[in-house]
């Protein structure tokens, strides 16, 4: 990249931010205090932490939307990929490493588990959950206990898109009702917690795969 060209790119960039920034500070002032009124309708969400109540009752379409955007992500690296020759028996590395990756990888399992669970009363959920379970499975490849992925397989696209469709299928039913993704309160905490397993799981698969799918040299 000669001198003119990056000269340009930084000239684009900062006219960028320059205008970011006037329009965030040419917002108006809010007319609602959203921390108050979420606080109001805390009691209905089926949840006690006001994150996870946005995330997955009062904004639940944006997190739908966010976890099509990692699919759709990962769809698209997977169209531009060529196929490559598998290998299914990692070769042996140095013996500490997969004696770490051995002793920390179960703790690893347990604290998703346990964010998985806490979402619903402090800090935690499907997200960060699924990306401890991500780490897990890249600290397995690393250590050589994992080989990378090839195409996945049937069970492995159930995976990927399983939370995404439980999503849906709940968003489908709530809106034969009239409304999009407002639960009932008294089945609130229930499919918030159903929704959060689903979504665990196949966002762990989809961070995961964005690594392992690309982790080994293709060969053609």
């Known amino acids: 990249m000669n001198r003119a060209l990056r000269a340009a790119v930084v000239l684009g960039a900062g006219l960028l931010a320059a205008l970011l920034v ?38 639940g379409y ?15 690296l997977l169209a531009q990929s060529p196929p490559r020759e ?10 500490v490493l997969p004696l770490l990756a051995r002793v920390l ?11 998985l669970w806490a979402g619903a009363h402090r800090p935690g959920g499907a997200f960060q959950a699924g990306a401890v379970l991500a780490a897990a499975a890249v600290v397995l490849h690393l250590a050589r206990l994992w080989p990378a992925w090839d195409r996945p397989g049937r069970g492995l696209r ?25 639960y009932p309160p ?15 799981v196949s966002l762990g698969l ?6 392992l799918f690309l982790a080994e040299p293709r060969s053609l």
């Open 186 to 200: 008294q089945l609130a905490g229930t499919l918030i917690l159903l929704i959060e397993i689903g979504l665990t």
């Open 86 to 95: 598998l290998t299914h028996a990692p070769s042996p590395g140095e013996p």
């Open 62 to 76: 944006d997190t739908l939307l966010e976890v099509a955007v990692l699919a759709l992500a990962l769809v698209g």
């Open 22 to 59: 006037a329009a965030i500070l040419a917002l108006p002032v809010p007319a609602v205090r959203l921390p108050a009124l979420v606080a109001a309708h805390l009691p209905a969400s089926g949840v006690t932490h006001p994150v996870t109540a946005v995330l997955l009752n009062f904004r």
């Open 158 to 182: 159930l995976g990927l898109v399983g939370g995404l469709l439980l999503f849906l299928a709940v968003a489908a039913a709530l809106l034969a009702g009239g409304t999009l993704l407002r």
């Open 206 to 211: 989809l961070l995961a795969g964005l690594f």
């Open 105 to 115: 990888v179960p703790f690893l399992i347990l604290s998703a588990g346990y964010l």
